[in-house]
């Protein structure tokens, strides 16, 4: 089986173990309280989340590009052996791979986390002008 076959069939088992169902959840009965601590997400509390995503994806990247200074020093030792358009071809996949993973944190997880904190923080200026104008009647 070659790797792209393998690649495939993993992939494929991911995202079978990943479809999304309903799950309802509930308190146990005795809680009276109406729960425990509850999660306030406001537009400050988005763009801590971006942050902390630039964060994580700026560690990724740096463990990468340190991964990467030292395997592409392999490259040229392999000249002459039937291995090298294999590491060659590892290598181009590795980089192709890499580049989607910074572009999903970068774009899909601290992007879209700063783009909720922009919808958030507007929908709380209208708040905050409704309540003004309430208390004014």
């Known amino acids: 089986m070659s790797f792209d076959e393998m690649w495939g069939q993993a992939r494929s088992t991911a995202v079978a173990r990943q479809q999304s169902s309903m799950q309802l959840n509930q308190l146990p009965a005795e809680r009276g309280d109406g729960g425990g601590k509850q999660l306030v997400a406001d ?19 740096k463990a990468d590009n340190d991964a990467a200074k030292e395997t592409d020093q392999v490259g040229p030792g392999l000249k002459g052996f039937k291995s090298a358009s294999a590491f060659s071809t590892f290598m181009a996949r590795w980089k192709g791979q ?5 572009s999903l944190l970068k774009n899909d997880i601290a992007g879209t986390l700063r783009t909720s904190a922009t919808e958030y ?17």
Do not use: I, P
């Not at 964060?55 to 990247?61: G, K």
């Open 121 to 137: 923080a507007a929908r709380e200026q209208q708040e905050k002008s409704r309540h003004g104008r309430e208390k004014l009647k």
């Open 98 to 102: 890499m580049q989607y993973v910074d």
């Open 43 to 61: 537009s400050h509390f988005l763009r801590k989340r971006a942050a902390n995503a630039d964060t994580v994806r700026e560690a990724f990247m």
